[in-house]
Structure formats: C-alpha cells, structure tokens
C-alpha cells in the first residue's frame, strides 16, 4: 500500500513538473520597454514658467482652434489670431520672468507632444508683433517681442527633440526679423537687446538634458514595435515609417508567431539603437566637422528601423549649433554696431567680449573677425569646419555660416 502510494506521489509530481514546466516555457513574460506615459497637470499657482506655458497652449487650442494646424497666413489671419490668443501670449510673457524647469512626459511615436501647436502658435504672434513693430520703426516693441519669445524658445528645448526643434525655431525666426534693422537702431536700443539677448541664451537648458527626453521616447517606440509585432498592424508601422522599413516588417511578419524569436529581434533592435544613441551623445561635445556621421543603415533583420526610432535626435544637435552660433553673432553684431554708433572705432578682435560669448560651436574657437575703422566681418566657419573667407549662400549656412540679413 505504502509502495502505491509512492508510485502515486512520484507520477503526480512528474504530471506538475512537466505542466509547470511547460507552462513557464510557453508564457515567459516578454521585456517592457516602456509604461504608459502619466500625464502632467499644470498648476495655475506654480513658480515654474513651464505650468504657465502649458497652460497657455491648451487655451491657445482652444480659442483658435480653427487655425491651430495653418501653415499660412494672411495679414487679416495674423490680427485676428492674434487678437484670439493675446491672453496666452500675455501670460507666457509673465512667466518668462520665472525660471523654467521643463515637465517633460514622454510621447508614444506618430503622435506630437501635447503643448506643441498652441506652442507653435505663440511663438508665432510674438514673431508677428516684432514684424509689425520693425516695420513701423517700434524698435523698442520688437526688441522686446524678440528677447521675451526668444526665452520661451529657449525654454522649450528643455524637452525632447521635438519640443527643442520648435523651441529654436522659434528663436530662429525671431532673430531673422531684426537682423536687417540692426544698423537703424539706437545705441540704447542696441544694448537692450545684446542684454536681452544673453539672458535669453542663458535660460538654454544643455542638449544632454534634451537627449535623456529623447531616450524616453527611443523607448516609447521600442514598445510601439513590440507591441505592433504581436498584433496584425504592420501595415500601420509601414504607413508611419515609409518603405524604408519593408525588409523588416516582411521578418517580423514570419517571426511574429514565436515569443522568443520576437523578444531576440527586440534585443538586438534595442542594443543597435542604444549603440547609436551613445553615439549622439558623445557627439555632443564634439566640434561638428568631428563628429560621427549618422548611421542610415543596420546589420541584422531590422535594417533602418533604428534611424526612424532615432531620426529626430541626430538633426538636432546641427540645428542647436546653428541657433548657437547665430544667437552668438547678433549679441556680437549689436555690441559692436553700438561701438560704431557711439563714433568710435570698431573693436581691432575679440578679446574684450566674454570668452563664451565668441566661441564658434561648429570649431570649438573664436568666430572670425576682421575690423577696421570703416567696417566689419564675423562669422562662423559652418559645417565644413573651415575658413572660406566669409563666403556663404542665399541661406548664409554654407560654406561658412553667416548671421542672415545683415547686408555684409
């Protein structure tokens, strides 16, 4: 009886072994990349300028929604936007006088971040206001429109690459409206804006802060593709990221139905992106003519997928050099067309501006710079690295980088 009951025992725990083993095989739980983004609730009563931005984009939806997504605009267009949004252009003005600590919450991929059009649409009137202003001879409204738009820009690259790309653009086409006024000014008014100027560069929050954003949304992709792998979508993969990525959705089509399969191309997808990543972020303290050039292609199944779930991050590190070094040369235009103002010879070098304030950031060295009494010429070496003598496009961006408009 004792030796039947034993022969039960061991056949019963040979039955839970196996179920249990196969059990754990076959359920295995697959890697999270990422949770499901929390929302952030800004505060009305805060001391941090990013709950006043936010708040300020969500009315700004609202009161013109109809021309939130416009592309262009008419004169007529221009006044009544502005008129519909001139509280929330008042309110982000205010808060520009707070410091800033930027609330970012990562997006999932083919969707904008939640505060981008009614932030777009702001710096957009305070572009608007300065036009108006620099054509009726206001130089003092479009000083001010341009230094205070310009601190929201800067402001907004504290997010991710998306958030930073509208934040310069914004600080982009706010310089490119004053540029040509510069001679007409005031030695005051020249002043006012290199002051205005500094104090806005001074709120750029550092790229390696934008970069681990970025990394957040890198992540929030790389679940999008895991979870598009176990669902019958791919074409909405193929939709959102062109033909590029054909080779790849064919292998996770024949994959799809083998969790481990799925979870080795995860892995070997996540290991190329961090790789790359790694790269971008080296890359940030290098002058550009030094930096690694980008990777448009991958060893292994998944191809191109990786420039996608990074396309964003590499671009941006060109773009804020360029807004650098813009930034950089009209403090400097304005500093020493306000000498010049004054009767008093142009500035023989460099020397007696803040060492900072004169480093090109595409060579790591001071701009070039050459004066005599009658004249001057600064500019940045640009892309390429090198001197070309100041000669640069209708773009003034190649072969040297040039601030725009200034008749030099």
């Given at each position: 009886?004792?030796?039947?009951?034993?022969?039960?025992?061991?056949?019963?725990?040979?039955?839970?072994?196996?179920?249990?083993?196969?059990?754990?095989?076959?359920?295995?739980?697959?890697?999270?990349?990422?949770?499901?983004?929390?929302?952030?609730?800004?505060?009305?009563?805060?001391?941090?300028?990013?709950?006043?931005?936010?708040?300020?984009?969500?009315?700004?939806?609202?009161?013109?929604?109809?021309?939130?997504?416009?592309?262009?605009?008419?004169?007529?267009?221009?006044?009544?936007?502005?008129?519909?949004?001139?509280?929330?252009?008042?309110?982000?003005?205010?808060?520009?006088?707070?410091?800033?600590?930027?609330?970012?919450?990562?997006?999932?991929?083919?969707?904008?971040?939640?505060?981008?059009?009614?932030?777009?649409?702001?710096?957009?009137?305070?572009?608007?206001?300065?036009?108006?202003?620099?054509?009726?001879?206001?130089?003092?409204?479009?000083?001010?429109?341009?230094?205070?738009?310009?601190?929201?820009?800067?402001?907004?690259?504290?997010?991710?690459?998306?958030?930073?790309?509208?934040?310069?653009?914004?600080?982009?086409?706010?310089?490119?409206?004053?540029?040509?006024?510069?001679?007409?000014?005031?030695?005051?008014?020249?002043?006012?804006?290199?002051?205005?100027?500094?104090?806005?560069?001074?709120?750029?929050?550092?790229?390696?802060?934008?970069?681990?954003?970025?990394?957040?949304?890198?992540?929030?992709?790389?679940?999008?593709?895991?979870?598009?792998?176990?669902?019958?979508?791919?074409?909405?993969?193929?939709?959102?990221?062109?033909?590029?990525?054909?080779?790849?959705?064919?292998?996770?089509?024949?994959?799809?139905?083998?969790?481990?399969?799925?979870?080795?191309?995860?892995?070997?997808?996540?290991?190329?992106?961090?790789?790359?990543?790694?790269?971008?972020?080296?890359?940030?303290?290098?002058?550009?003519?030094?930096?690694?050039?980008?990777?448009?292609?991958?060893?292994?199944?998944?191809?191109?997928?990786?420039?996608?779930?990074?396309?964003?991050?590499?671009?941006?590190?060109?773009?804020?050099?360029?807004?650098?070094?813009?930034?950089?040369?009209?403090?400097?235009?304005?500093?020493?067309?306000?000498?010049?103002?004054?009767?008093?010879?142009?500035?023989?070098?460099?020397?007696?501006?803040?060492?900072?304030?004169?480093?090109?950031p595409f060579s790591a060295t001071?701009?070039?710079?050459?004066?005599?009494?009658?004249?001057?010429?600064i500019y940045s070496v640009g892309?390429?690295?090198?001197?070309?003598?100041?000669?640069?496009?209708?773009?003034?961006?190649?072969?040297?980088?040039?601030?725009?408009?200034?008749?030099?």
């Amino acid at each position: 009886m004792e030796q039947g009951r034993f022969k039960t025992t061991v056949a019963l725990s040979v039955v839970v072994f196996v179920m249990l083993g196969c059990h754990s095989g076959d359920s295995e739980p697959e890697k999270v990349w990422a949770n499901e983004p929390v929302a952030y609730n800004p505060s009305p009563n805060s001391q941090n300028a990013f709950d006043a931005y936010a708040l300020a984009a969500l009315d700004a939806q609202t009161l013109a929604q109809s021309s939130i997504d416009r592309v262009f605009f008419f004169p007529d267009q221009k006044t009544e936007v502005s008129k519909k949004i001139e509280r929330c252009v008042r309110e982000v003005s205010r808060a520009t006088e707070m410091p800033c600590q930027f609330k970012f919450v990562a997006h999932k991929p083919f969707k904008a971040p939640q505060y981008q059009s009614g932030w777009r649409l702001i710096g957009r009137v305070y572009q608007w206001n300065a036009e108006t202003a620099c054509t009726g001879s206001d130089f003092d409204t479009a000083i001010k429109n341009v230094v205070t738009g310009s601190k929201f820009g800067f402001d907004l690259t504290g997010g991710g690459a998306t958030d930073a790309s509208l934040g310069l653009a914004i600080v982009n086409n706010l310089r490119r409206v004053i540029t040509s006024y510069l001679g007409k000014m005031t030695p005051a008014q020249l002043d006012r804006l290199a002051k205005g100027m500094k104090d806005a560069l001074s709120r750029k929050p550092s790229l390696n802060d934008t970069l681990k954003n970025e990394h957040e949304n890198m992540l929030q992709t790389l679940q999008y593709v895991a979870n598009i792998m176990k669902t019958e979508d791919l074409k909405g993969l193929q939709q959102n990221m062109g033909p590029d990525v054909n080779e790849a959705v064919r292998y996770i089509d024949q994959i799809r139905s083998n969790p481990k399969k799925r979870q080795a191309f995860m892995t070997e997808l996540s290991n190329a992106c961090e790789e790359e990543f790694s790269a971008i972020q080296h890359d940030i303290g290098q002058p550009a003519n030094l930096r690694s050039k980008p990777k448009t292609d991958f060893t292994g199944q998944w191809k191109k997928l990786p420039k996608h779930i990074l396309g964003t991050s590499r671009p941006l590190l060109e773009l804020s050099d360029m807004t650098l070094a813009r930034t950089r040369l009209l403090i400097l235009y304005a500093e020493i067309y306000r000498v010049g103002k004054q009767n008093k010879p142009y500035p023989t070098s460099l020397t007696s501006f803040t060492r900072e304030l004169t480093i090109d950031p595409f060579s790591a060295t001071p701009f070039l710079y050459h004066a005599d009494q009658a004249e001057f010429s600064i500019y940045s070496v640009g892309l390429n690295g090198r001197d070309d003598g100041g000669d640069s496009d209708e773009t003034f961006t190649a072969p040297d980088l040039r601030l725009e408009n200034t008749g030099q």
